[in-house]
C-alpha cells in the first residue's frame, strides 16, 4: 500500500494501521503520520483529510519541535 | 414528565441502586424511552458526530444511541448520549424523569457525606471484563470502533474513559488510586497519549514516576458503570478513593476486581486497557474540541504503551460527543462540579445555600449565599476560588441571595440587574487558570472575575429599596405542579 501523503503537515511518511472490512472489501484505512502524529481515515469528508480542502488554521508545521508546549516537562531521572 | 407518586419513586430509587453496569443501565433507558438502537448503516465519519450532536440539542430529554451497524466495524457496537440529557441523570438518581436540575443538585448534595461505601471484589476469573483477553499483536483499531469526534482533532480520542492508577511512589495504598477521566489520543496500534496538568492526580503521579524513574502503569476503562463515570469526573481529596465515593454517592455496591497489571478495576465494565507509562517520552497530542467549545492546541503529551486488553464478550464501546455546548460532557459532569463546592464551602459557611457551576465545568459558577453583612458574600467568594476545583476553574463568579434560586437565569440576571453596582467586580489577575481556557492571554494563567449580586447591608448607608414580596414556597410550588398536570390532562 502506498503511504499517503499527511493532510495536516503535507509529510509523506505515513503507515497504515488499520483496515476496516466489510463482507471481505476494504472500505477504508487509517493512517497515522510518522512526523505530526496525525491520524486520519481515508473514508472521511475531503474537508478534514484533503490538504488543499482543509482550514488553513489546522495545518501544522512541525519543522521546530520546541515551540509546542510539553504537558508535564519531563524531569532528568537518573535511574 | 413522568407521574412522580411515591411508588414510582420508590420503585426508581430500587432499580437505580440496582444498576451495577453500563448494561444494566441502558437497559434502565430503554424500559424509559431513554435509549434507542440505531441500526441503519452509518459511515464513522461524519455520522457518528452528527448523530449524536443533533441528540444533544434536546438537553432535558436526549436518548442514549445504540450503534450496531458502523461501516467497516461488522459487529461492533458504540453508544454515545448515556449521560446525555437531565432525564437521563435523573433516572441514574432514580428519579423521575422531568426532575428538575435544582431537584437533582440538592438529592446529590444530601448524598454527600451521608451513606458508606459498599465496595465488594470479584476474582479474575469470575470478573465479566475480563471475558475476553488480548496479550500480543494489541491493535486497538480492531478491537474499538473509533471515529472522529470533531472535524479538526488531531486523531481518534476515547473521550470517556476513567483512567485507574496506583500512586507510583505508595503502590499500596488504596485510598491513593486515581480514578479520573482524561482524554486519551490513539497513538498508532498499541499506543496512546494521554492530556492531563500539574494539578490533576494523574498529572502528579506523572511526574513523579518520572522523577524517581519507577514503572507508572495505568488501567483505562471504557464502558463503565454510570455512577461512577459520574462521580470519576468529582473533584475530590487526593486521598479519597473514586470508587468508595461513587459507592457511597450512588447508595449502591460497586464489584471490583484486578486489571492484569495489577490495579484495581472495575469488574463489569465493558473493556479495559493496561499501559504503561513511557517514561520521558512526548508525543504530539490534539487539536482536540474541548468542552469550553473550542479546539486545545497540539502540545507534545506522554504516552503510555499498551501490554494487554480485556473485554466483555461483544463489548459496547462507549463514547462521547464533547465541543461546544450543550453536549454530554456538560450533563455528565455539570451537577457534580456543583456539588462538591457546595459542600467544601458550607464546611466554613453553612450560610451557602445552593451552587450552580454547570456552566462549562465551572468557568461560570453563581453561590446564593444567606448574606450576613455587607461585602460578605465576596469573602464567600474568595473561599470557593479556593476549592480544589476553584482554584483553576472557577473563572466567572456571580454571588447571589439566598432568595435568588441560581439554577433560575431569570432569577440571576435580576439579581445582576438591581443588585449590583459598577464597584461591586473584584478581578483578581494573573492567577491559576485552566489551560484551556479559550480567553486566556497566556494558558494556565488568568483572571478570576468576582460578581457581587447580593443586596445592600448595614454597614451600607444605602439601604435596598422595599422588595414585591410575591408569595413563595411549597404552596406555591404545589399550584405549580398542579397547572402542569391540568396542561397534561393529568387531572382536570
Given at each position: 500500500?502506498?503511504?499517503?501523503?499527511?493532510?495536516?503537515?503535507?509529510?509523506?511518511?505515513?503507515?497504515?494501521?488499520?483496515?476496516g472490512?466489510d463482507?471481505?472489501?476494504?472500505?477504508?484505512?487509517?493512517?497515522?503520520?510518522?512526523?505530526?502524529?496525525?491520524?486520519?481515515?481515508?473514508?472521511?469528508?475531503?474537508?478534514?483529510?484533503?490538504?488543499?480542502?482543509?482550514?488553513?488554521?489546522?495545518?501544522?508545521?512541525?519543522?521546530?519541535?520546541?515551540?509546542?508546549?510539553?504537558?508535564?516537562?519531563?524531569?532528568?531521572?537518573?535511574? | 414528565?413522568?407521574?412522580?407518586?411515591?411508588?414510582?419513586?420508590?420503585?426508581?430509587?430500587?432499580?437505580?441502586?440496582?444498576?451495577?453496569?453500563?448494561?444494566?443501565?441502558?437497559?434502565?433507558?430503554?424500559?424509559?424511552?431513554?435509549?434507542?438502537?440505531?441500526?441503519?448503516?452509518?459511515?464513522p465519519?461524519?455520522?457518528?458526530?452528527?448523530?449524536?450532536?443533533?441528540?444533544?440539542?434536546?438537553?432535558?430529554?436526549?436518548?442514549?444511541?445504540?450503534f450496531?451497524n458502523i461501516a467497516g466495524y461488522p459487529g461492533k457496537r458504540t453508544?454515545?448520549?448515556?449521560?446525555?440529557?437531565?432525564?437521563?441523570?435523573?433516572?441514574?438518581?432514580?428519579?423521575?424523569?422531568?426532575?428538575?436540575?435544582?431537584?437533582?443538585?440538592?438529592?446529590?448534595?444530601?448524598?454527600?457525606?451521608?451513606?458508606?461505601?459498599?465496595?465488594?471484589?470479584?476474582?479474575?476469573?469470575?470478573?465479566?471484563?475480563?471475558?475476553?483477553?488480548?496479550?500480543?499483536?494489541?491493535?486497538?483499531y480492531?478491537?474499538l470502533p473509533v471515529y472522529?469526534?470533531?472535524?479538526?482533532?488531531?486523531?481518534?480520542?476515547?473521550?470517556?474513559?476513567?483512567?485507574?492508577?496506583?500512586?507510583?511512589?505508595?503502590?499500596?495504598?488504596?485510598?491513593?488510586?486515581?480514578?479520573?477521566?482524561?482524554?486519551?489520543?490513539?497513538?498508532?496500534?498499541?499506543?496512546?497519549?494521554?492530556?492531563?496538568?500539574?494539578?490533576?492526580?494523574?498529572?502528579?503521579?506523572?511526574?513523579?514516576?518520572?522523577?524517581?524513574?519507577?514503572?507508572?502503569?495505568?488501567?483505562?476503562?471504557?464502558?463503565?458503570?454510570?455512577?461512577?463515570?459520574?462521580?470519576?469526573?468529582?473533584?475530590?481529596?487526593?486521598?479519597?478513593?473514586?470508587?468508595?465515593?461513587?459507592?457511597?454517592?450512588?447508595?449502591?455496591?460497586?464489584?471490583?476486581?484486578?486489571?492484569?497489571?495489577?490495579?484495581?478495576?472495575?469488574?463489569?465494565?465493558?473493556?479495559?486497557?493496561?499501559?504503561?507509562?513511557?517514561?520521558?517520552?512526548?508525543?504530539?497530542?490534539?487539536?482536540?474540541?474541548?468542552?469550553?467549545?473550542?479546539?486545545?492546541?497540539?502540545?507534545?503529551?506522554?504516552?503510555?504503551?499498551?501490554?494487554?486488553?480485556?473485554?466483555?464478550?461483544?463489548?459496547?464501546f462507549?463514547?462521547?460527543?464533547?465541543?461546544?455546548?450543550?453536549?454530554?460532557?456538560?450533563?455528565?459532569?455539570?451537577?457534580?462540579?456543583?456539588?462538591?463546592?457546595?459542600?467544601?464551602?458550607?464546611?466554613?459557611?453553612?450560610?451557602?445555600?445552593?451552587?450552580?457551576?454547570?456552566?462549562?465545568?465551572?468557568?461560570?459558577?453563581?453561590?446564593?449565599?444567606?448574606?450576613?453583612?455587607?461585602?460578605?458574600?465576596?469573602?464567600?467568594?474568595?473561599?470557593?476560588?479556593?476549592?480544589?476545583?476553584?482554584?483553576?476553574?472557577?473563572?466567572?463568579?456571580?454571588?447571589?441571595?439566598?432568595?435568588?434560586?441560581?439554577?433560575?437565569?431569570?432569577?440571576?440576571?435580576?439579581?445582576?440587574?438591581?443588585?449590583?453596582?459598577?464597584?461591586?467586580?473584584?478581578?483578581?489577575?494573573?492567577?491559576?487558570?485552566?489551560?484551556?481556557?479559550?480567553?486566556?492571554?497566556?494558558?494556565?494563567?488568568?483572571?478570576?472575575?468576582?460578581?457581587?449580586?447580593?443586596?445592600?447591608?448595614?454597614?451600607?448607608?444605602?439601604?435596598?429599596?422595599?422588595?414585591?414580596?410575591?408569595?413563595?414556597?411549597?404552596?406555591?410550588?404545589?399550584?405549580?405542579?398542579?397547572?402542569?398536570?391540568?396542561?397534561?390532562?393529568?387531572?382536570?
Amino acid at each position: 500500500m502506498t503511504p499517503a501523503q499527511c493532510p495536516r503537515c503535507g509529510s509523506d511518511g505515513s503507515t497504515a494501521d488499520f483496515r476496516g472490512v466489510d463482507d471481505g472489501e476494504t472500505v477504508w484505512t487509517i493512517w497515522r503520520c510518522n512526523d505530526c502524529c496525525f491520524s486520519w481515515r481515508d473514508s472521511e469528508p475531503a474537508s478534514a483529510i484533503d490538504r488543499k480542502l482543509r482550514a488553513g488554521e489546522f495545518a501544522l508545521d512541525i519543522s521546530d519541535p520546541g515551540r509546542f508546549p510539553v504537558v508535564l516537562q519531563p524531569s532528568n531521572f537518573q535511574k | 414528565m413522568e407521574r412522580a407518586d411515591g411508588n414510582l419513586r420508590s420503585n426508581l430509587a430500587e432499580r437505580a441502586r440496582g444498576v451495577g453496569s453500563l448494561r444494566d443501565f441502558l437497559e434502565l433507558l430503554e424500559e424509559h424511552g431513554q435509549a434507542v438502537r440505531w441500526s441503519d448503516r452509518v459511515m464513522p465519519e461524519p455520522d457518528l458526530r452528527n448523530i449524536a450532536v443533533a441528540a444533544s440539542r434536546d438537553v432535558n430529554n436526549a436518548p442514549a444511541i445504540i450503534f450496531d451497524n458502523i461501516a467497516g466495524y461488522p459487529g461492533k457496537r458504540t453508544v454515545v448520549g448515556v449521560h446525555g440529557s437531565w432525564d437521563n441523570i435523573a433516572l441514574l438518581l432514580g428519579q423521575p424523569k422531568g426532575t428538575t436540575i435544582r431537584e437533582m443538585f440538592f438529592d446529590i448534595a444530601g448524598r454527600w457525606g451521608d451513606a458508606s461505601a459498599q465496595i465488594s471484589r470479584v476474582s479474575e476469573g469470575q470478573a465479566p471484563v475480563h471475558e475476553c483477553r488480548h496479550e500480543e499483536n494489541i491493535n486497538l483499531y480492531d478491537i474499538l470502533p473509533v471515529y472522529r469526534i470533531n472535524e479538526y482533532d488531531g486523531g481518534f480520542y476515547l473521550a470517556k474513559a476513567s483512567v485507574a492508577s496506583r500512586d507510583p511512589l505508595e503502590p499500596d495504598d488504596f485510598g491513593k488510586q486515581n480514578v479520573g477521566i482524561y482524554r486519551l489520543q490513539i497513538q498508532g496500534p498499541d499506543r496512546f497519549s494521554l492530556m492531563t496538568i500539574p494539578a490533576h492526580d494523574m498529572g502528579r503521579q506523572i511526574l513523579a514516576a518520572e522523577r524517581e524513574g519507577v514503572p507508572l502503569k495505568v488501567a483505562v476503562m471504557l464502558g463503565n458503570h454510570p455512577g461512577v463515570a459520574l462521580f470519576a469526573a468529582t473533584p475530590i481529596g487526593y486521598d479519597e478513593s473514586e470508587y468508595a465515593y461513587a459507592s457511597a454517592m450512588m447508595g449502591a455496591p460497586i464489584r471490583l476486581t484486578s486489571s492484569g497489571n495489577g490495579i484495581d478495576i472495575l469488574a463489569d465494565s465493558e473493556i479495559v486497557i493496561e499501559a504503561e507509562l513511557v517514561l520521558g517520552e512526548r508525543v504530539f497530542e490534539g487539536p482536540f474540541g474541548e468542552f469550553p467549545g473550542s479546539y486545545s492546541g497540539v502540545r507534545r503529551a506522554p504516552v503510555f504503551k499498551v501490554t494487554a486488553v480485556s473485554h466483555r464478550q461483544n463489548p459496547i464501546f462507549e463514547n462521547i460527543y464533547i465541543g461546544r455546548g450543550w453536549t454530554e460532557h456538560d450533563t455528565l459532569i455539570g451537577l457534580h462540579t456543583s456539588a462538591p463546592i457546595y459542600a467544601q464551602l458550607r464546611q466554613t459557611f453553612p450560610e451557602v445555600t445552593a451552587v450552580n457551576a454547570l456552566y462549562q465545568h465551572g468557568l461560570t459558577g453563581i453561590i446564593a449565599v444567606k448574606n450576613r453583612m455587607a461585602g460578605f458574600a465576596k469573602s464567600v467568594a474568595l473561599r470557593a476560588l479556593g476549592t480544589p476545583h476553584g482554584l483553576m476553574y472557577l473563572k466567572n463568579l456571580i454571588m447571589v441571595d439566598a432568595d435568588i434560586d441560581p439554577f433560575d437565569l431569570n432569577q440571576v440576571m435580576w439579581a445582576l440587574s438591581t443588585r449590583t453596582r459598577a464597584d461591586d467586580i473584584i478581578v483578581l489577575p494573573n492567577m491559576a487558570m485552566v489551560p484551556i481556557d479559550p480567553a486566556a492571554v497566556t494558558p494556565g494563567k488568568g483572571h478570576h472575575l468576582i460578581i457581587d449580586a447580593t443586596s445592600y447591608l448595614p454597614p451600607d448607608p444605602v439601604g435596598e429599596a422595599h422588595l414585591v414580596s410575591p408569595p413563595t414556597g411549597p404552596e406555591i410550588e404545589e399550584l405549580g405542579k398542579r397547572i402542569r398536570q391540568m396542561q397534561r390532562g393529568d387531572v382536570r
